[in-house]
């Protein structure tokens, strides 16, 4: 039979788990909500024309004391933007990429664990990555940017990721928590839309593809912008902000992995 003994330490009361201390409680954490774009295609919140798109994320938390939990996620976004609905209509560029990110960092609560208060709100950081895969639409086909510089420029499809979020999770019982979380994600790359800096020279583009995805005036009657022209804002790199709803589920704790190492009949 299992037996649950009692710690110095503050204890929580977790529904199957009996009356166990924070420290090694994991937690897996489900999410989905709406994603952000803010950078050089956007020049201020167009209500109207958001351009949201969604974000999954999958991942979890080890707790470490009762207020700071390690976490980690996996998530995958997209985000999308267009000049029509900007002051630069004029350049007509757009875009739409799809990434995967990964973050690990850290996370804490406002109250401890050991409380079981039903809502806790919390503040959390981490470092990661994404991987960077802008498309822009011509005639219907959507075409991958990075391969074809269209700033004449070989950015890192792998930049790095600063996570910076606060929300709160809401108990529903031992096991079960939901929250809200809203989430900011820097870049040191100012290349998830493709456009950052200036106009480069036609002759110095890969292909005639290139070029026509590079300077997309043209396309609406406005003339072609000259070489050395501004085509984005280097000095601000991009970003994406997340809102989401996120489901928590208690799995084990590292208290009861040793009481049932404990517990196991000797071999013989």
Known sequence: MLVFRPSTHAQARIEGLGSVPPEGVITLMVGAGVAYYMGDLV???DFAHLGLGPNLALGGMY???EHVSLRSELRYYQ???DQQYSRNAKN????RTRNPDIYIGAQGDLFPFSR???ANPYLFAGLGTTILNPKAN???TWYSLPPLTTEGVNYSQTPLLVVAGIGFTYRLTGRWGLGLELCNNFLSSDYLDDVSGFYPEPDALPN???RQLSDRAPEIGQA???PGFQRGNPKVKDSYVFLSVKAQYLLTTRYFAQQRKKTRCPKF
């Open 92 to 95: 007509n560029l757009s875009f």
């Open 79 to 81: 985000v999308q933007g």
């Open 116 to 118: 079981q208060v039903r």
């Open 138 to 140: 011509l005639g219907g």
């Open 63 to 65: 707790r470490l004391t």
């Open 208 to 210: 005639d593809l290139a």
């Open 43 to 45: 020049d201020g919140v």
């Open 224 to 226: 072609p912008n000259q």
